[in-house]
Every structure is written in C-alpha cells, then in structure tokens.
C-alpha cells in the first residue's frame, strides 16, 4: 500500500476482534466491513484513499 500511495503514506495494522475492518485516513473512515457488511472489492480501498 505505501509504495502505491507514492512512499510517504503512513500505514498502521491495529489488530481488532469480532472481524471488525477499518480503514481511516487522517482520522475519517473510509470502509468499514462492519457497516457494509462484506470486505472491499479489488482496489477499493485505494480508490477511496485517491478520492
């Protein structure tokens, strides 16, 4: 993920419990598996983080 994001992203694993699945970027969430109900599709999650 950081070298797609260009190197200077800041990436974090905190695991969790229960199949909890977050990704927050300076503080906002993005994708929760919790909320939506199934886990993202192929390049997702940096589509959101692209806007």
Not at 32 to 45: A, D, M, T, V, Y
């Amino acid at each position: 993920m950081r070298q797609a994001l260009g190197g200077d992203a800041e990436v974090e694993l905190i695991p969790g419990s229960g199949g909890v699945y977050e990704i927050t970027v300076d503080g906002r969430t993005i994708f929760s598996k919790k909320q939506l109900n199934r886990f993202p599709e192929e390049g997702e999650i940096l589509r959101l983080i692209r806007g």
